[in-house]
């Protein structure tokens, strides 16, 4: 049986695939149903618009049935459709695969929850399985994304959600990477862009592609996806364990990942202290931010709120921080990952010195604390 073919007539592998707005999410499907090989695929794609048109493109290049889910985001509000949509087409059609079309500003961890855990509503029958997690990043717009603030539709679950957000969670959980659109930037543009997304992701297998070319057996029936795996091996998760993001699965550079990041000015470092920040001038740096950090993540103690755990995530110029726990038996400390290219390791280190609070302050009554800031 030819690799990537299912195992199984009655078991129906799920491929969803995430990304920007234009990164080329449609083309790889249209690829998909247009070179499928032996496998009958049945296709679910979501858009925020209330006139699909990525399922219209789609459903112009093939004679293959395409359920439409518009007007709303699979991530949260149409969770019970995609689930329900699914179990449909289970029931209706022949197929032996199944792909599932993100829009474009779909968070993918509440996605692949909704299709392996159920919703509140229901759940996938058993004979689905979440196969692979698939993220397309549009190479040429990627720096782009980092130094603009750009608005989501009216119609996002967030409409204060930053697209800078969204793109890193998408490239965070994923286990296939497609960098799409490598013929629109040069080579060394297009070496340090997949530098800083694999600080960023370390574990999934990278591909370069342009207009989404890529054979059909890396992004379906890999067996690749793992819930926990991909959550534990982010990049930032890896940094803060004091693991080397240093595998490159399934693409070889022929240098190891230091020197790539080393020639192309991408690090990263974590910041630790065992004291507290005073709250105003933590909240003033956050304020400040340097456009040379990509995405910063982890654990704050703060004098204002000494019982609770602040947690701090900042993609591109979107910064959030707020209470995610309580310190408990723990010793309160920080533990802040940052990832960037050029980045100032002493700069930004004297920087968050110099919001640490003093001996009196750490005991200080606050009378306002500007604790949570964003939707943390």
Same mark, same amino acid.
């Given at each position: ?115 392996? $855990?159920?919703?509140?509503? &229901?759940?996938? =029958? @058993?004979?689905? *399985?979440?196969? +692979?997690? /698939?993220? !397309? ?11 603009? $603030?750009?608005?989501?539709? &009216?119609?996002? =679950? @967030?409409?204060? *959600?930053?697209? +800078?957000? /969204?793109? !890193? ?208």
């Amino acid at each position: 049986m030819p690799y990537g073919m299912v195992t199984s007539s009655s078991e129906i592998p799920i491929t969803v695939i995430s990304g920007p707005l234009g990164a080329g999410k449609t083309t790889l499907v249209n690829r998909l149903l247009n070179n499928p090989g032996e496998r009958r695929i049945a296709v679910i794609v979501n858009d925020m618009g209330e006139v699909n048109v990525d399922a219209e493109l789609i459903a112009d290049e093939t004679e293959e049935g395409v359920v439409d889910l518009s007007n709303g985001c699979i991530c949260c509000r149409l969770q019970d459709d995609l689930v329900a949509q699914a179990t449909r087409l289970a029931e209706e059609r022949s197929f032996d695969y199944l792909v599932v079309e993100a829009s474009g500003i779909s968070e993918p961890v509440p996605i692949a929850r909704a299709l392996t $855990e159920g919703t509140n509503e &229901d759940s996938l =029958p @058993d004979r689905f *399985r979440l196969d +692979t997690t /698939v993220s !397309v990043v549009d190479a040429y717009g990627f720096w782009k994304a980092f130094d603009s $603030e750009e608005s989501l539709p &009216d119609a996002a =679950p @967030d409409p204060e *959600r930053p697209l +800078t957000e /969204v793109l !890193v969670d998408q490239i965070e959980f994923c286990d296939v990477l497609l960098l799409n659109k490598c013929d629109m930037v040069p080579d060394d543009a297009r070496e340090s862009i997949e530098t800083a997304i694999r600080k960023l992701q370390p574990r999934a297998t990278l591909h370069r592609t342009t207009y989404s070319d890529v054979d059909p057996s890396a992004v379906l029936n890999t067996g690749s996806f793992d819930f926990e795996a991909v959550r534990r091996q982010q990049g930032w998760k890896r940094a803060l364990s004091g693991e080397a993001a240093n595998e490159h699965p399934g693409h070889d550079h022929g240098d190891d990942a230091v020197s790539a990041a080393e020639a192309h000015g991408v690090e990263s470092f974590v910041y630790r202290r065992e004291r507290p920040f005073h709250p105003e001038r933590f909240d003033a740096w956050l304020d400040d931010w340097d456009g040379k950090i990509i995405r910063a993540k982890g654990f704050a103690w703060v004098a204002s709120r000494p019982e609770t755990v602040l947690g701090v995530s900042q993609a591109g110029p979107s910064v959030q921080a707020g209470p995610i726990g309580e310190w408990g038996d723990d010793d309160p400390a920080t533990r802040l990952v940052f990832i960037g290219s050029d980045l100032d390791e002493a700069a930004v280190t004297d920087e968050l010195d110099d919001c640490l609070a003093a001996s009196d302050e750490q005991t200080e009554a606050y009378a306002t604390d500007p604790f949570p800031r964003g939707s943390a």
